[in-house]
């Protein structure tokens, strides 16, 4: 019987996600393995394109002869059958294209670094020094069970301990994962850390430095170069454990006999793949324990509801620390007497000025840049630009405000409302904040970390750390005191899950602080100030879903945004319906006009979302696939005819919140 090589081809054409079948050319069949990169003629397109031969298989009968395989492009077996089976489930679950997924995992190929691979001498397994295996072991202790539940491999939800690590300028966190890293490559099999950006990789890299072999340890994420990740890509393959850290692209790595696959920081908007089909790594985290029985842990100082909803169906078990860590949250408020514009209360001021006899303060605010938003003086009403009408903002006092949007200067600007041509600082940025603390802490250092001034670490003396959110530098021993401003501010944007981000974002502040040093959350109250307060991030996640029911909001139930133009979105929407009736009319929202700006080619185009139960996901997900498919064929056909645009119809699934 003829075998021929099924190949799965890299394009971004729907209907082009499927396995071809392909004969072998006898001078190929020593090199046409499962897993290489080949080269095959695509009919349709007349030319060659280049994909992955997934598997060999037998022929079938066909009318036509079938094509031949035109290269082996390396005899390096690249794709991995589970890697595959993965790309195909997650892709499958997002109503996308496996070969979207590959092009995540899979980094283009290095001929250099592939010969130096090939002629390099096969990795030796490593060995974890007894010394650092007990101090894994050490940290695993303060969870009951933990090892004993890794090794199993279940799915756990573990609460971080909130505080610095002892003897590294790094959080205890991270101690953390690299004690779960090191207790799964100490029995031999690999551990897959995904973390959210570099910041959190490098104090990862320095928990396992000179406690794990160097070079079990595998880098992963874009900052290194071309032939770099490549390297490390081919040293995955090789039958030996290693540990991988890396950001959201780590949780398809291929490495040998993943025995644990760590989740840092689920809530950041990071690990939200932005590329199409858009899977979480989250989710993909979950289809691959699914897939190969390793366990998962989904750690973090904080819960998100996503994973909240996961314990209380038993589909993920909880594993409490033996001793509850907690920071001590002070709610500050303006008292009696005081001006209720002050933005630092006496509290909080008086918190500060002692702190700072002992070490360094850190004051988070929201927003960078020196005055984010301006007002007109007379009326109050916000600043816009009269070019594309963003906001106005000023760079530093008495500049030429610029827009945030197109960055225009506006030398001339007048109200629309009121015709004033004078203007009012209504924010205070990082910068701001800064000059403001400066003045009111004469002989101090002042140190600035955002965006445009990135700051990783601080030492131990007397300084004020002004930092935007996410962007707070480690400081050795921790900060004395930690001063959380803005915080009314950041609970009035207009996202569903505003509530969770802000828990998220003060409870990584407050575990920067030195054991026992103040945490002051200032002008703040409600639920997420109690929480933070009582520090029972799952309880919040807990009544956060018991509100989204009623209202079946995510994740409730899941979300698909469906946008194209008004009769390819009608189609799909009809199809839909017929053929997933318990979607019903409720569950559509829409077809609406896309607003302006949101996307560059979005005239003409409607969007509608979906809301539907876990339980529709394959069937929902399968038929919005085959409407995608069915417009890009119809849209090719007029195509030929230059009568209409080609694939109109965009489809996604577990819409990140920004886009809702």
Known sequence: MTTVARVLIDSPLPQLDRLFDYAIPAALTADAVAGVRVKVPLRTAGRVVEGYLVELGAAEATARPL???DAVVSSVPVLTPTLYALARRAADRAAGSASDILRLAIPKRMVRAEKAWLAAAAPEPPTVPADAAAWAAGILSAFPSLAASIDAGERLAVDAPPRPAADRPIGAWAELLAAVALHTLAHGRSALLVVPDQRDQDQVLAALEGRAPAEAVVRDDARRSGPERYASYLRLLSPVPGIVVGNRSTVYAPAHDVGCVVVWDDGDPLLAEPLSPGVHARDAALIRQELEGSALVLAGHTRTTDVERLVQLGWVRDAPARRRESPAVVLSATREGESHGARVPSSAFAAARD????????????????????????CRTPARCAHCAGPLRASRPGATPDCGWCGRAAPRWT?????????RMAS???ERTADELGRAFPNTRVIIADGAHPVTAVDARPALVVATRGAEPQAAGGYRAVILL????????EQLRIGESSLRWWSNAAA????????????????????????TQPAYARAELIDRTP????PVVRVAAVEGTAAAVGTALTALRETVPAVGAAGILGPVPLAAGHNADDSGLVRAL???????GKAVAEQLRAAVVAEALRGRRAAKGRTAPRTTLRVRLDVPELDL
């Open 486 to 493: 803005d915080g009314d501010r950041m609970l009035l944007a």
């Open 67 to 69: 094509s031949e395989l």
């Open 551 to 554: 209202l079946s909001m995510p």
């Open 415 to 423: 109200c629309a409302h009121c015709s004033s041509d004078r203007l």
């Open 428 to 430: 205070s940025g990082s």
């Open 610 to 616: 979906v809301r539907f139960d876990y339980g529709h």
């Open 512 to 535: 920067l602080a030195a054991p026992g040093a103040p945490v002051h959350l200032v002008g703040v109250a409600g639920p997420v100030a109690r929480t933070l307060a009582t520090w």
């Open 355 to 378: 702190a700072l006899a002992h070490g360094p303060v850190l004051v988070q605010v929201a927003r960078p840049g020196y005055s984010p938003v301006l007002v007109c003086a007379q």
